[in-house]
């Protein structure tokens, strides 16, 4: 799994999938059109529990579903705050694949893009993106998250979440 090298990192540790959810929605608070989470780790490490969480916090009332088999899902209703585009790349074979149904659009659209297996695009995602790493701990239920940002947005909004995690605003 390859991540760029960046500057900053915050890492976090989840002891439950709710856990993990509600420091998601912490984040989805901060999120603003064109944001991008690159959402990296082996399978069952909670890249999709993740994203759910991602989603409840912008609003989105409808049940959030794996895209796995779709490779992405929509979600552009209201009452949810900004479109949110759920994206699963684990079916991919070559990167470049990805640009054949549209990638860009989502990349440089109007809502939150959510990217499982982005390591697999590493070169077509923008620098702006907000890099979160999942991996499995020592218990069933505990998984590591690292949050990574190279500049612009992402390194705001790693900033941001960690003021928010350390001042406990966020995690509830
Ligand atoms: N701390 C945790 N964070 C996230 N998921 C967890 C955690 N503990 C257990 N789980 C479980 O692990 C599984 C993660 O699955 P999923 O989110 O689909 O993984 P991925 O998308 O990375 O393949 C879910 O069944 C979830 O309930
Ligand atoms: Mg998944």
């Known amino acids: 799994m390859t991540v760029p090298a960046c500057k900053e990192r915050l890492n976090l540790i989840t ?56 490779r992405v899902r929509e979600y552009c209703e209201s009452p949810a705050r900004l479109p949110f585009y759920h994206i699963d790349l684990y079916r991919l074979v070559r990167g470049n694949e990805a640009l054949g149904w549209g990638l860009e659009e989502y990349l440089y659209g109007q809502g939150v893009c959510a990217i499982e297996w982005a390591d697999r695009i590493r070169t077509l995602v923008p620098p702006h993106c907000l890099w979160v790493q999942f991996s499995h701990g020592q218990a069933p ?20 979440f960690g003021e928010g995690v350390k001042n406990g605003s966020i995690g509830h």
């Open 15 to 70: 002891r439950s999938a709710a856990q993990t959810q509600a420091w998601a929605r912490g984040l989805a608070a901060l999120l603003d059109r064109g944001d991008i989470l690159c959402l990296v780790g082996d399978l069952g490490t909670g890249k999709t529990c993740f994203a759910q969480g991602v989603g409840q916090g912008l609003g989105i009332v409808q049940p959030i579903i794996s895209p796995t088999f779709i």
């Open 141 to 160: 239920e505990v998984r590591h998250i690292s949050f990574q940002a190279e500049e612009g947005r992402g390194e705001w909004l790693l900033h941001r």
